[in-house]
């Protein structure tokens, strides 16, 4: 029973090997409903259904939690690998979406109280820099009429306050402090450490691994978007900044991903752990480490 929905949280959030909707929606759908949709959405809504399964409605045992830290781990490393032989600007960010999910299940299935908030709040994270990532490439495809990363090229001259709101969202995605997806990963590596299995520095070096794999994809991405030389195709077309309504939301977007970085008591003390305190009151209760077993 519990695998059975477990199979069903981890499809709605878009886990290997569950995953294949979420590249594919990516191809046709708009971008604004992949930013809220796949990216944010449905996320929060797997996840959400994953902690209540984990912390709720079954008690966990040892096995059962390794289980759900190797979908977690290999969700992270497998998807960032798809996402960097991509050459499409919407599909890569979308295998991307994936392999966050990776850490968000990694987090809840460690079952210990740094890792689960770890894990809770790194989905908070993902909603707001990847919902940022996917409204840059809506505004660079609104502007240039292209997400192929081989025509683009160059827009950090006539698009600057994109560029910026980019590379903030790419640096927090990546792990890289003191954004907010640094906070949240740093959460869940102390979770898996806290468990104290024999799998814990396996499955430690595979979430390290793909942050700095996502590192080099976004590096990848940030050159061959903004920077280089603009290729004719994309000069003709007269690229400009996006328009005002395009910008304010991904400005609004990079600071949250710096003040939930700097001040990380805000969102966990504030909304994480009074609502993980209902959820489950013994994972709270002092000197209490490890949800799963006796």
Known sequence: AFLLIFAGAIAKAGAFPLH???PAAAEAAPVPAMAFLP???DKLLGITLLARLTLQFFTMTETLSI??????AVTVIGAVMMAMVQHDLRKLLSFHA???VGYMVLGLGT????????GLFHMLNNAVYKNGLFLMAGAVRHRTGTSELEKLGGLVRVMPLTFFAAVVAALAISGVPPLNGFASKWMVYQGVLATRSNLAPLLLIMAVFGSALTLASF???IHS???GRMPEGVARSQPREAPFLMVVPMLFLALLCVGFGVVVRWPVGTWLAPALSELSPDLLAPGKEVAFGA
């Open 98 to 100: 994936v392999s966050q």
């Open 67 to 72: 289980v759900v830290m190797l979908v977690g």
């Open 219 to 221: 590096v990848k991405v």
């Open 39 to 41: 990216a944010s959405l």
């Open 111 to 118: 079952g210990t109280l740094v890792g689960v908030l770890g």
């Open 225 to 227: 978007v903004f920077l």
């Open 20 to 22: 294949t909707w979420i």
